[in-house]
């Protein structure tokens, strides 16, 4: 089956004739990999572990005029609703 969309790491060789697609999955991945978002979460991921931060987070979160937190740090964990 031919990709419907085209760029990025899908295409293994480029010729005058045409393109040779890499093999499936990623022949359909067209574009960049979201490198710097995957880097991003293993972050917050790591601070989700500190419950300093996440206490912190409450607090401030809680002074702000239109926001409402729900739950504590006991009951949620490591999960602030707002």
């Known amino acids: 089956m031919p990709p419907f969309n085209g760029r990025g790491d899908m295409i293994r060789e480029v010729s005058r004739c045409g ?19 995957a880097i991003a979460l293993g972050a917050a991921i790591d601070c989700t572990a500190d419950p300093q931060a996440i206490a912190y987070a409450q607090e401030k979160l809680a002074d702000t005029n239109f926001v409402r937190v729900s739950g504590t740090l006991a009951e949620e964990g490591p999960i602030i609703s707002f």
């Not at 393109?19 to 978002?37: K, L, M, S, V």
């Open 19 to 37: 393109a040779i697609y890499g093999d499936p999955p990623r022949r359909f991945e067209a574009g960049t990999q979201p490198i710097a978002e």
